[in-house]
């Protein structure tokens, strides 16, 4: 399609050529202007890129696996020369880099390493025996694996078939090449095969005035910070969640890791329909690509009944000059999302695919690796993570000639995909044909065939009346669009995968409800919910629905430690019929105290004694957290009040990563900071010594005198054995840390819940020295997870110690920016009072703690420096509360209509609002009611009451905590609907909350 401008008007009087060109540019062709790709400092390694990162981890998964391997054969017929074939084939290895790479890794990350020679790869085999399957020992040779470390990753096996006819077949790993790299290859290895064979020298090839390395290098440098969240910016809206899939168009539900082998069908368009075709893409202003790709959702969207249907396709990446006859990994993936709701005509189909093809190839230059990593879609491990579909435009090679020998292709049926389900076409001779190919663990081949055919039929019609309905257009034994399944009627030999077994009555209700809400004809009694295509929103679906069926109520963070049916109903069966609690309830109290003992191994006796000064003028200062909402602000509060160099622990494999996931929160949350003093430290919670080898742990107990223990894995709805890794290990190994080599102070960010007592009602202010017996710690893993660690603070006091531990409340925005945290839960709780339209009717005096984050931080860094606070317990909590009716004024004055409801009828509408129907439907408020069904038996709203006397008293006045009413909380709201959690006035409720699976490393969630 061709953008607005004198190029559009003209864009119908084009030639089907230059048609196919404009095409071509559109999709990644066009150079756009930026930043030279400069040469990098060390000419023999480099970085990786983004998309070589990503394979690069998944070789290390699965080492020797043959799945990235590029394979393309050419069939050769004359008298070959095989000497100027291998001297044309090392004049190209010595010539681009990227064939000479190999990988490895120092310092603990991997590297791209540029050896000056790499010896060819040129085997020539034997010819096929009589009866021998050609193509079948062609399709074994080219399994075989590479080895990174060592290389080379590109060989090269010459077959022949005669005296004058060869096949050569070149095998190149994904890493070092894409497609375009392959023809680039070809284009080259033609002029210099004729030059050598005729006997002159080779011929001058495309200027090369950058590497693969250097790209890689500048690729890293650019995206990160501000440019990084300008380009996500347009992804986060375009791919929020929920995503859709094709559990509904599958014959049968994903059940683990893919295979990768798939099941083609060919097809052919008639010269007639071909034609057809390119004139509706011409009347439209659109392109051949647009057209098949408006079909092919079309198709989906009759076959499953939905209109949110996300697709992929191929940009080649190389949109500088300096890259464009670069060999080397550039191919790119787009995410295109299209909403065929209201049942449109295939026009409008079209024009509505043409937009979005336009807005995606203006923001075509974000790596897919980059958004998969920024926006975490919740999608089991046997699925690409965007998208399962694709419609991918292929170029055909034809004959050639490579000096006296003709080439053509050599098609030896390699017959893999790394998508569930992809349309691939090219046009020969004028017709447009290609193929079908769709996994074979998902799809049987009769549901390729008719696939293929229905899609023959849809364009032929299409052809005859563009403008009518899509639901009425004619497609040959088509099924009726599938709606959500009804609840099939419980026999008493039915079982969940519709045979006979002695599954219990409770067993073929969950496996029922799971048909249901997944989507699917068949369930395992044995099946992992999450690899079934599960997550936990659809879980929270799961749960409401048994509990209208079976009258039992179970939170959410059940699912995570009862993944299948049989395992799921067991629980539904103990809560329902013996009154017991569920599992996380019934946390034994004895383990929880064993838990909460600190290993005897950290023990101050051999260390260093506490040096007060290094508190009060730290030099060095760790901090975990600093990806969260309040470590942001702590990060930027400690450089502004002291010197020291703070080092960030991030959730990260290499520093690179760490860099990046630090810029990206800091950015979200409108922090500024000054860089140069800031040092990324890859590592995890989860892990011993805090995911660092034994020497950097023992580099950084020498070199830190202060440690800010902010970071924890703060999810309301996971069990406690899914949180006890970050929050209890990981608060071990900060004491250990602390106490190892000199004894540093740590000053570690707790949570409010661990004073409140689950058997007793909410009373006056909680004081900072409350303490909460193990039986009766609230039933909540998040909860059990801070309780137990703060046990082990209190034992790593009475061991020398020093400790200060500071429990925050409800955190607002930032009283001058207004900037929120747009996943906070009182944000999500906002967002669906105004998609509900209501909000709970708490009374005219109901309030509750809203303090301002920089306010927060500014209390807890100012108590850190000074010495005589250390080892103290504070609360920070704002001393005057915010009126929740000051709220909902301010938000019926922005323009949203708010009634008010009984607090229990209000549950029962978020309830109701997640069990509308559709596989996925509305989602929006399916986080709040996982919090409201990971809260039970948690105080209510408003009940949090912080004793904060201790904490003014310490301050003496230091930090000034402003109001939040007026100015600072129409700021703090106004931030919230820009940042998403609010609708618009209009009230869409089409734009769902942030899911409640959704998980970052140190975010911080205040009870």
Known sequence: ???????????????????????????????????????????????????????????????????????????????????????????????????????????????????????????????????????????????????????????????????????????????????????????????????????????????QPVTYGDFAEWQRGLLRGPELERRLAHWRDVLREPLPNLDRLADRPRRGATSLQAVSRAFRLSAEVSDGLRTLAREHQATLFMVLLAGFKTLMHRRTGGTDIVTGSVVHGRDLPETEHLVGFFANTLALRADLSGDPSFTDVLDRVRRMCLEAYAHRDTPIEVLAAELRPGR??????????????????????????????????????????????????????????????????ESVDRFTAELEALFAAVLADPGRPVSALPLPAAPAPAAVPEPEPVAATETASGGTSDLTPTEREVAAVWREVLGLREIDPDEDFFEAGGHSLRAVRVLLRLRERLGVDLPVQVFFEARTVSALAAVFDRARNAGAEPAEDSQDAAALTADAILDPDITCADSAPHDPRRTAGPEHVLLTGATSFLGAHLLARLLDRTTARVHCLVEADDPAEAADALERALARYGVTVPWERITPLPGSLREPRLGLSPIAFARLAATVDVIHHAGCDAHLAMPYAELRAANVGGTTEVLRLAARDRVKAVHYVSSPGVLFDRDAAPGGPLAPDGRVPADRVLPSGYVRTRWAAEELVDAARARGVPVSVYRPGRLGGDSTTGVGDPDSAFGRFLGACIRLGAVPAYGPDADFDLAPVDYAAAALVQLALKADALGGTYHLAHPVRTRFAAVVERLRAAGHALTETDPEEWSRAVAA???????????????????????????????????????????????????????????????????????????????????????????????
Request: with cysteine; glycine share 10%; net charge negative.
């Open 380 to 445: 089991n491990h046997g699925d690409n993570p965007l998208f399962q579909a694709a419609v991918v435009e292929e170029n055909v090679a034809g004959t050639a000639r490579m000096g006296d020998l003709e080439v053509g292709a050599f098609d030896f049926g390699l017959d893999t995909s790394e998508f569930d389900l992809v349309l691939h076409y090219w046009e020969t001779d004028g017709r447009v044909e290609g193929g079908v190919r769709a996994s074979a663990d998902l799809f049987d081949p």
């Open 913 to 1007: 609002d997640v069990l509308e129907p559709g596989v996925d439907g509305d989602e929006s408020v399916a986080s709040v009611a996982a919090l409201a069904g990971a809260s039970r038996g948690m105080p209510g709203f408003g009940s949090l009451r912080l004793d904060v006397a201790g904490t003014l008293r310490a301050l003496a006045g230091a930090v000034p905590c402003p109001p939040m009413d007026g100015p600072p909380l129409d700021r703090y709201l106004d931030h919230l609907a820009g940042a998403d959690p609010l609708p618009s006035p209009a009230g869409s409720r089409t734009d769902p909350l942030p899911p409640a699976g959704s998980r970052t490393p140190g975010t911080e969630i205040a009870i």
């Open 1 to 207: 399609m061709a953008p607005p401008g004198p190029l559009a008007d003209d864009a119908a009087k084009l030639s089907a050529t230059k048609q196919r060109l404009l095409e071509k540019w559109l999709a990644g062709g066009g150079r756009t202007a930026g930043p030279t790709v400069p040469r990098r400092a060390r000419p023999d390694c480099a970085v990786l890129s983004f998309a070589q990162e990503r394979l690069w981890f998944l070789a290390q998964l699965h080492p020797g696996n043959p799945y990235h391997n590029m394979v393309e054969a050419i069939r050769l017929r004359g008298p070959l020369d095989r000497d100027a074939l291998r001297r044309s084939l090392e004049h190209l290895m010595d010539r681009h880099e990227a064939l000479r790479t190999v990988f490895d890794v120092h310092d603990g990350e991997p590297r791209q390493l540029f050896p000056a020679r790499q010896p060819l790869a040129l085997a020539e085999g034997a010819p096929p025996a009589p009866g021998e399957d050609l193509a079948e020992r062609l399709r074994q040779v080219s399994q075989r694996p590479f080895d990174l470390t060592r290389g080379p990753l590109i060989r090269f096996d010459l077959t022949p078939l005669g005296p004058d006819e060869h096949v050569l077949m070149v095998t190149m790993h994904h890493l070092v090449g894409d497609g375009m790299s392959m023809g680039i290859l070809f284009r080259e290895l033609y002029a210099c095969y004729e030059a050598a064979a005729a006997g002159r020298p080779f011929p001058a090839l495309a200027e």
